[in-house]
């Protein structure tokens, strides 16, 4: 392993209290903070800047997937809260990713694509209709990201290596679905372990029950650090 493999930790919970309880057993010097749909819904803004204030940085995975105008705005408002990390779904198609990315003007804060969720197998392609495989799909969403400016993607991590040589040096892959050891994957589908997620190429690994349901949940932290950077 050459390059450094950042850690966001995915803070899902409805309650500000466990949120900050959580956070304040992280440190900033070894993972970002994730906050998604549940805890923004629950706390709003201001739960950003608190984690900012803390000095972590943030991944707002709000996903936003709506007509361009709506991605845009919604993009807009989420410059403004002082994030490092916000997302659409490529689903939305390209020229709502194009308006997402005329709305991100600080070159700071990475605007990522959500290909296929790490949830969905190939009976989600099969269900909703489209056409090919699981990999022909992310592939194709994949390089729509790419091709409306966007930064990065949020895919599988066995994903990557069909993907890299088709997307900019400088592309930015992120995972989630990360499960250590024997523990479960819950409703994770396609996961995989750190240090293969780090060996298909990711950039970022998102991590949540793994640790957050941990009973010392900096030692499971510093756990995945330690293996990233040894
Ligand atoms: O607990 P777990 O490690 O499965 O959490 C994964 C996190 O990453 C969740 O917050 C989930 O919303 C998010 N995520 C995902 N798959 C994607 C994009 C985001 O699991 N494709």
Redesign the pocket.
């Known amino acids: 392993m050459t390059k450094k493999t950042d850690i966001f930790v995915?803070i899902?919970t409805q309650s500000l209290e466990n949120a900050k309880k959580l956070v304040n057993q992280l440190s900033n010097r070894h993972c970002g903070i994730?906050i998604?749909?549940e805890l923004f819904t629950s706390c709003g803004p201001e739960i950003v800047q608190w984690v900012k204030d803390e000095g972590f940085k943030v991944f707002l995975?709000l996903?936003f997937h709506d007509i361009p105008n709506t991605v845009m705005k919604a993009c807009e408002a989420a410059s403004r809260i002082n994030v490092d990390i916000i997302n659409v779904h490529t689903l939305g198609g390209k020229e709502m990713m194009l308006a997402a990315k005329n709305a991100v003007s600080n070159q700071q804060i990475k605007l990522i694509g959500?290909?296929?969720?790490?949830?969905h197998s190939h009976d989600f392609i099969k269900e909703v209709g489209f056409n090919g495989s699981i990999d022909d799909c992310v592939k194709r969403l994949a390089i729509n990201a790419a091709e409306s400016g966007l930064d990065g993607i949020?895919?599988?991590a066995p994903d990557i290596p069909n993907l890299r040589k088709y997307m900019p040096s400088n592309f930015i892959f992120i995972t989630?679905?990360?499960r250590l050891g024997k523990i479960n994957n819950?409703?994770?589908k396609r996961a995989s372990n750190p240090i293969d997620a780090v060996n298909f190429g990711s950039n970022i690994l998102?991590?949540?029950?793994?640790i957050?349901g941990d009973l010392n949940p900096h030692e499971a932290l510093l756990n995945v650090y330690n293996q990233l950077n040894n």
Request: hydrophobic share 30%; charged share 30%; proline share 7%.
């Open positions: 995915a899902d994730k998604g749909k995975d996903k959500v290909t296929l969720l790490t949830s949020v895919c599988a989630p679905g990360i819950d409703d994770q998102v991590i949540g029950r793994p957050t």
